[in-house]
Each structure stands twice: as structure tokens, then as C-alpha cells.
T-cell receptor, first 112, second 118 residues
Framework: QKEVEQDPGPLSVPEGAIVSLNCTYS??????FMWYRQYSRKGPELLMY????GNKEDGRFTAQVDKSSKYISLFIRDSQPSDSATYLC????????????FGTGTRLKVLA | EPEVTQTPSHQVTQMGQEVILRCVPI?????FYWYRQILGQKVEFLVS????????KSEIFDDQFSVERPDGSNFTLKIRSTKLEDSAMYFC????????????????FGEGSRLTVL
């Protein structure tokens, strides 16, 4: 079983749709969960950061962590064409130590 | 806003040649990383660096790879004898690594250095 699994997509949605992106993981030691957005040929940029279980909201983005199910989600409301990118989940056991494990990334295309 | 900078943005080299990729992490950050991403594949951890030594490395990071922080600002990745399969985008990242509530664990990535081995 892979340590982090993420559906690679591609996922195409119409503008204004709610997008749900998900990752599952196998290592129960993970405590820090992140979502990165990566535009083509660019470095990943952090979107959301969550520690342990729960929800976190930032504008149109909501991150959810369910540690009991080893499942994390990113929701994008009112999706825009500018949201078209690859979304990567990443996680680690303890901050600053040392290795972040990334999912394969889900390619999202928001159609105008 | 502080950022991680990487040079070169693209390097083309012949198989067997040595390559050095350079990174300037965010000032005052304590943890430094190299990741790579082969075209169309996932971002893979190579190595982490803290307090002037390697903290952890992956199985990809074999004897052909080395890292150093020669002058307190630059953080370099050296590939001694490049292979075709080393062709990838190499990302440098840094993390503040502060103890306590200010520590977000956020990795800041550079724009990447694309390495093409012919």
C-alpha cells in the first residue's frame, strides 16, 4: 500500500462548481497535512495547512482531516478558471522532522 | 515577501557530467530540503538538511548526490555523474522550523531547476 494515495484525475468542472479533492494515507503517525497548488512548470505553493484532525477554512478553500479514517479533503467553492492547476496533498509526522510525503497530485481544470 | 530562489532555471548536460544546482533559502529558516519531480510524476523527497548536516535522505539520494551549505546562505545539490534518469525538475524548499506556536511546518518551495540529461 502506498503511503499517500491521491486520484491523479484529470478532473474537469464548470466554473462555479464545488470541487472536492481527496487523499488517503496509511501512516497513522502523520499529524501535519498540507495542500499545495502547482501550476505547470512551477514550484508547489502552499494553500492550506492543518494540524491533526478537523476543518480549516480560508476564503473559498476548506481543508478537512479525518485521522480516524486516514482521509483528507480539500474543497474549493465557486471554482474559477484560475484554479486550474495540479493540487498536491502532503503530510508529515512532526513539523521540522524532516520529510514531507506528497501525493501524486490531482490535475484540475475549471472550464469557463 | 521572502522567497526561495533557485538557479539555474534550466540546465542541459551530457550523461556523466557533474551538475550543481543552487538554492538560496529564506533567511532565518533552519530546515532545507531537496525534492525532485520527474515529468508527470509525483514530487519525491531527496534529502533534508539541518544544522549543517543531512537529517534524512531517501533511497534515491545515493552516493552520486551530495548537498552542502558552503557559506551560510546558499544550499547546493551536486550530482557527480549524471544519468539519463536524473532528468527532472529539482525543487529546493525551506522551513522555519521554529519551536512553539509560530512553527507552521510550512515548506516554502522555489520555482525549481529543470535538469535535462542527454
Amino acid at each position: 500500500q502506498k503511503e499517500v494515495e491521491q486520484d491523479p484525475g484529470p478532473l474537469s468542472v464548470p466554473e462555479g462548481a464545488i470541487v472536492s479533492l481527496n487523499c488517503t494515507y496509511s501512516n497513522s503517525a502523520f499529524q501535519y497535512f498540507m495542500w499545495y497548488r502547482q501550476y505547470s512548470r512551477k514550484g508547489p505553493e502552499l494553500l492550506m495547512y492543518t494540524y491533526s484532525s478537523g476543518n480549516k477554512e480560508d476564503g473559498r478553500f476548506t481543508a478537512q482531516v479525518d485521522k480516524s479514517s486516514k482521509y483528507i479533503s480539500l474543497f474549493i467553492r465557486d471554482s474559477q478558471p484560475s484554479d486550474s492547476a495540479t493540487y498536491l496533498c502532503a503530510m508529515s509526522g512532526t513539523s521540522g522532522t524532516y520529510k514531507y510525503i506528497f501525493g501524486t497530485g490531482t490535475r484540475l481544470k475549471v472550464l469557463a | 515577501e521572502p522567497e526561495v530562489t533557485q538557479t539555474p532555471s534550466h540546465q542541459v548536460t551530457q550523461m556523466g557530467q557533474e551538475v550543481i544546482l543552487r538554492c538560496v533559502p529564506i533567511s532565518n529558516h533552519l530546515y532545507f530540503y531537496w525534492y525532485r519531480q520527474i515529468l508527470g510524476q509525483k514530487v519525491e523527497f531527496l534529502v533534508s538538511f539541518y544544522n549543517n548536516e543531512i537529517s534524512e535522505k531517501s533511497e534515491i539520494f545515493d552516493d552520486q548526490f551530495s548537498v552542502e551549505r558552503p557559506d551560510g546562505s546558499n544550499f547546493t545539490l551536486k550530482i557527480r555523474s549524471t544519468k539519463l534518469e536524473d532528468s527532472a525538475m529539482y525543487f529546493c524548499a525551506s522551513e522555519a522550523g521554529l519551536a512553539g506556536p509560530a512553527d507552521t511546518g510550512e515548506l516554502f518551495f522555489g520555482e525549481g531547476s529543470r535538469l535535462t540529461v542527454l
